[in-house]
């Protein structure tokens, strides 16, 4: 049974940093394509990073450039997001996905294959 478990989410302050873990499980996650969405309510999901299978690249929206980081501990199989420089507007709920594919992702959520639950992110100024 192939399961994403999120975890880091809590309650920030503008300008504060928290760090998002998604631990996986079922799958060879060195397979994985992993990124990380996140919705707003009455919204799509919409991108936010994607990591591929080694680490080597990363991909950013353009909103979280120089503030968010992906990253990965294949030994762990675990993705993580560092942010930083908390937004009001980066206040929803981040969900951790898979892409266990041949073909390239990209930005569009339905490409993902696998996701976890889901963790809530509220910044407060």
């Known amino acids: 049974q192939v399961q994403l478990v999120e975890s880091g989410g809590g309650l920030a302050q503008t300008g504060d940093s928290l760090r998002l873990s998604c631990a996986a499980s079922g799958l060879t996650f060195t397979n994985l394509i992993m990124a990380w969405f996140r919705r707003s309510p009455g919204k799509e999901r919409e991108f936010v990073a994607r990591i591929n299978q080694s680490g080597s690249l990363t991909n950013y929206a353009e909103f979280v450039k120089g503030r968010f980081t992906i990253s990965r501990d294949n030994a762990k199989n675990t993705v993580y997001l560092q942010m930083s420089s908390l937004k009001a507007g980066d206040a929803t709920i981040y969900y951790c996905?898979?892409?266990?594919?041949?073909?390239?992702?990209?930005?569009?959520?339905?490409?993902?294959?696998?996701w976890g639950q889901g963790t809530q992110v509220t910044v407060s100024s």
């Open positions: 996905t898979a892409h266990s594919r041949s073909y390239y992702p990209g930005r569009e959520y339905a490409n993902y294959d696998y």
